[in-house]
């Protein structure tokens, strides 16, 4: 088991209050730390922004529930990293294969933008996750914030490793770090991320563990 942030977890203010306004709101919620979803011993880490406040936040499982997962768990299913039924709720069955699902930040945030002192407080959950992954092949950044978080885990210079859809960048110690646009609302709404665009970075990740984990 790999430690994951306390129900009540005090390290960041802001995001502290916005759980506490959270719960007067919406006392059913979750509104707390989303811990990650699936195997440590998955040879794939996806790696978000942070819990969307209608989405993760209320469910409790990362990427459910909001326009987000309905992008991601689907792609996951049709490139058989997941299995059963994604019905967008915790309890819905679905299974993760191979693949592991977090955020660089546990919490939701206001209008879903972190600081940099809220990265580097979760920091220490996402480096270990990372270290305890000991089949861990590639690493999914969905995101600027979601890249920069796992390059500061990893030791890497970021200058050296800009983001960039669909990039893919060897990491010392022969991890593979790919990116993506994040699957939200707005770069889908938008167009900046189309389901093809999110597929083709599939294409490319399934092409770098099938035959380590995927048969």
């Known amino acids: 088991m790999v430690e994951q942030p306390d129900h009540e977890c005090p390290l960041c203010p802001r995001l502290l209050a916005y759980r506490n306004d959270n719960r007067a709101r919406f006392p059913e919620w979750h509104n707390g730390p989303v811990v990650s979803f699936g195997n440590l011993d998955s040879c794939l880490l996806i790696v978000g922004l942070a819990p969307g406040l209608k989405g993760a936040n209320r469910t409790g499982r990362p990427f459910t529930g909001d326009v987000a997962g309905d992008l991601l768990y689907p792609t996951l299913i049709k490139f058989g990293l997941a299995g059963g039924t994604f019905g967008a709720e ?36 996402l480096s270990a996750e990372i270290a305890n992954m000991k089949k861990l092949k590639v690493i999914l950044a969905l995101g600027v914030v979601a890249h920069g978080a796992v390059l500061s885990c990893l030791g890497e210079k970021k200058k050296a490793i800009p983001f960039a859809h669909a990039a893919r960048h060897k990491l010392t110690g022969g991890l593979t770090l790919m990116d993506s646009y994040h699957c939200s609302r707005y770069n889908t709404n938008t167009g900046r991320l189309t389901t093809e665009m999110f597929e083709g970075v599939f294409n490319n990740l399934v092409g770098e563990i099938r035959g380590d984990c995927l048969s």
Not at 100 to 116: D, L, M, S
Request: glycine share 6%.
């Open 90 to 125: 915790a309890d819905d069955g679905l299974k993760l294969r191979d693949c592991r699902i977090t955020n660089a930040v546990r919490c939701a945030p206001p209008q879903n933008k972190v600081t940099g002192p809220e990265i580097a407080a979760c920091r220490p959950y």
